[in-house]
């Protein structure tokens, strides 16, 4: 289920696991089975719901999801969904969270939402944020975002096909190149360059999930081919981008209209709509 600036992924068989760098803040849920964490003292324990941070690096020694059907929530950047989510659940790691005090109702909820295909991106997402994100913590303010960082990385979105240098960007928001881009690691887990590759990846995802080639989502998306997406693909999700939507077990993708209108003008200006 993909939004403007959501991403939901509701799985139905376990899944195979690479190495990977997370390049935004992700909530894992197993819906069946368990997730095996690595906690502060080395000792690996079993959770149902582990929050992880931008710019870790996860592999199995950190976090196993091979014994489970697991969902992955996609939070939305410069949002307050991640400190919201990390004051509710217990820190296992640096950065890491586990435990939803609700973990339940998470789940049942996500189970419910699998089992209607047809139902909205708008109506699925909140049947799951319900119990995700309680009254309490509802419409509080935990984290306070530069909004230079919040104007470069909305012109990021804006002009993924320009590639304004970091110099553009820098100018535009009257900061030193070396100073946006200690600020926007700082605020965004990422260095600017692959905020942007992150954003593309994800642009190149609604176009495949429209039921366009890998080759076109790439070139569509920026990507100078294939191959790169591939790379980029895979070093952000894990998985390659022909596993994802050309291969068994086949994802049903759910779009909401915000996710169209941001490819959109891209199909318009190659004239494949």
């Excluded at 994100?133 to 909305?154: G, K, S, W």
Aim: contains cysteine; hydrophobic residues 40%.
């Amino acid at each position: 289920m993909v939004h403007s600036r959501e991403l939901l992924f509701l799985g139905t068989c376990f899944g195979r696991q690479e190495a990977h760098r997370r390049t935004q803040d992700v909530l894992y849920v197993a819906l069946k089975g368990s997730l095996r964490l690595r906690t502060g003292r080395g000792r690996p324990t079993t959770v149902r719901t582990c929050l992880v941070p931008t710019g870790l690096w996860i592999d199995e020694s950190i976090l196993s999801t091979s014994q489970a059907v697991v969902a992955v929530y996609f939070l939305a950047p410069f949002s307050q969904d991640h400190p919201a989510l990390a004051s509710l659940m217990a820190e296992a790691l640096p950065g890491i969270f586990c435990n939803h005090p609700h973990e339940d109702d998470v789940v049942s909820a996500m189970v419910e939402v699998r089992r209607q295909p047809d139902i909205s991106v708008g109506t699925a997402l909140s049947r799951v944020r319900e119990p995700l994100f309680p009254d309490h913590v509802r419409n509080l303010e935990f984290r306070e975002y530069d909004p230079r960082v919040v104007h470069v990385a909305r012109r990021i979105r804006e002009s993924l096909t320009a590639n304004m240098t970091l110099a553009e960007l820098a100018e535009e928001v009257h900061l030193s190149e070396s100073r946006l881009e200690k600020l926007f690691k700082e605020q965004a887990g990422l260095p600017v360059t692959q905020y942007r590759m992150r954003y593309r990846v994800f642009i190149s995802t609604i176009i495949m999930a429209l039921g366009y080639s890998v080759t076109e989502a790439a070139l569509l998306a920026g990507f100078s081919s294939s191959a790169h997406l591939s790379r980029c693909y895979r070093a952000i999700n894990g998985i390659t981008p022909s596993a994802t939507f050309l291969q068994p077990p086949y994802v049903h993708a759910v779009l909401a209209p915000s996710a169209y209108r941001l490819v959109e003008p891209l199909l318009e200006s190659q004239s494949v709509v």
